[in-house]
């Protein structure tokens, strides 16, 4: 693999890492926390820049219905990115404190919300490009029989983690976190640590990549396990 390719993979799975942390906003706090949303954002910045061919690209040659669904996703997250950089700033209390009163009370929702959007798009954007890690394993050499029992362990592992962060959605109400319905730091449980929070949340985004992933086989009639449709 080329060394550009594995940079490239790198800052993605750093930066995933980083907003699971991120997203422990009520165990992981005050300036660390700032600093965590900055690195994520010189991340972000990096990884599109990366892909600036992406962008050249943009107005150019036929758009199929895959292409309109990542096209809005991707813009989407950069929405929410932006957002939470905004209400990110307006609420510090360590490195910006340039809000007051009531500006830091509706930054503070509007974290809330954006962040928990950014999550689920960014996991989304990963399932859509999922074939970018899976093509890893497939480089490695091992007899065929082993493969198909690596296959086997995978699919089990990818269901386990799939009914656990369904289960995680379920349990921490994140719909209701989406549309604000609830506050969610009033509604924590402070007495989890953070590697359960990291765990659970971690697993929370296996549902999100699996459909989009999924979903991204059956618009291009690849099927669920792969193989294209005739």
């Excluded at 980083?18 to 600093?35: D, I, K, P, S, T």
């Excluded at 309109?68 to 950089?85: D, E, R, S």
């Excluded at 269901?159 to 994140?174: I, K, M, P, S, T």
Aim: proline share 1%; net charge positive; with cysteine.
């Amino acid at each position: 693999m080329k060394p550009s390719v594995i940079f490239k993979r790198s800052i993605d799975i750093v930066m995933y890492v980083l907003f699971l942390l991120l997203m422990g906003q009520c165990v992981l706090r005050g300036a660390a926390h700032e600093w965590l949303g900055i690195a994520v954002g010189v991340l972000f910045v990096l990884h599109n820049v990366l892909n600036y061919r992406w962008y050249k690209a943009l107005f150019k040659g036929k758009y199929t219905a895959l292409r309109a669904v990542q096209t809005v996703v991707n813009f989407l997250l950069m929405l929410a990115v932006l957002g939470c950089a905004v209400s990110g700033v307006l609420i510090s209390q360590h490195l910006f404190s340039v809000g007051s009163g009531s500006t830091i009370e509706v930054g503070r929702h509007l974290h809330l919300v954006v962040t928990a959007w950014a999550f689920v798009l960014m996991t989304v954007h990963l399932g859509l490009h999922w074939s970018l890690f899976t093509v890893l394993g497939k480089k490695i050499s091992v007899s065929e029989r082993a493969k198909r029992a690596l296959s086997i362990i995978g699919w089990i592992l990818a269901a386990a983690l799939c009914l656990y962060g369904l289960y995680q959605f379920v349990d921490r109400r994140f719909w209701e976190e989406l549309f604000h319905q609830i506050d969610y730091q009033k509604e924590y449980d402070y007495s989890q640590s953070l590697p359960a929070y990291f765990v659970g949340t971690a697993a929370l985004s296996v549902p999100f990549v699996a459909a989009a992933h999924y979903g991204k086989r059956l618009l291009t009639g690849r099927g669920l396990r792969g193989n294209r449709q005739k």
